[in-house]
């Protein structure tokens, strides 16, 4: 059966990848990072995905470097998450929730991952429409990374290679919703609140992202949230 790593944060995106990598056809080999984060929470959502989807191997990364060297308002608590509006910091200026490198990071040790289980591709739900402007998001980096990693790897120089598949990078909030609630991706187990409480917040960036993009689908987003 072919292979697929995919990066698991357990949030709405990369829960909907691995419902179109299941989809697809692949044996899902989940990847997931706890580097940190506030709202690690996320990290005991993955597992919970990880096993509604019944598979084999789900690996969960520790970096406690990205915590270490801090730089973000996701792994600094003395940085505030920016709430009341998508994109606090202006149109064209970056969030502080941007984590530094995150998305090299995460997708050079997924390809590493990839390249030792004989995954020929590599999910990652990053989206550069409905998003915070990480520039980590971005197709011109999922390009350049794929450019990469066809010279850095011995599957690029030697084998069948590993591709970077970023199915998500061109859609919508509510595209990506409809989708997956084609495939059947259980929301329910994901999470994307900055804040990590066991209640969405439903002002930071991420929350407002999903409760628009649920709105926009005209579903229901089945996690809980805070009375408002
Ligand atoms: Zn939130």
Redesign the pocket.
């Known amino acids: 059966m072919k292979k697929a790593v995919v990066v698991l944060s357990g949030g709405l995106d990369s829960t909907t990848c691995m419902g179109i990598a299941r989809d697809a056809g692949y044996e899902l080999y989940p990847l997931t990072f706890h580097y940190g984060q506030r709202h690690d929470r996320e990290v005991e959502q993955a597992k919970k995905i990880a096993a509604f989807y019944r598979v084999p191997h789900h690996r969960i990364v520790t970096l406690d470097f990205l915590k270490q060297i801090g730089g973000s308002a996701l792994t600094d608590e003395t940085i505030a998450v920016p709430v009341g509006g998508v994109n606090e910091a202006g149109e064209n200026d970056i969030p502080s929730t941007y984590v530094p490198a995150r998305n090299l990071i995460f997708l050079s040790l997924a390809t590493a991952y990839a390249e030792v289980v004989g995954a020929e591709v590599v999910y990652i739900g990053v989206s550069a429409v409905d998003y915070s402007g990480y520039p980590d998001c971005r197709p011109e980096f999922i390009r350049a990374m794929n450019e990469t990693i066809g010279l850095a790897t011995k599957a690029g120089i030697a084998g069948a290679g590993i591709r970077i598949e970023a199915p998500l990078v061109h859609l919508s909030k509510k595209e990506t919703i409809e989708w997956g609630l084609r495939l059947g991706v259980p929301y329910e187990l994901s999470t994307?609140?900055?804040?990590g409480g066991e209640e969405?917040?439903?002002?930071?960036d991420?929350?407002r992202l999903r409760l628009k993009g649920f709105a926009d689908a005209g579903a229901k987003d089945p996690i809980p949230y805070k009375k408002r």
């Not at 994307?192 to 804040?195: A, F, K, N």
């Not at 969405?200 to 930071?204: R, Y």
């Open positions: 994307s609140c900055y804040q969405a917040c439903g002002e930071c991420s929350c």
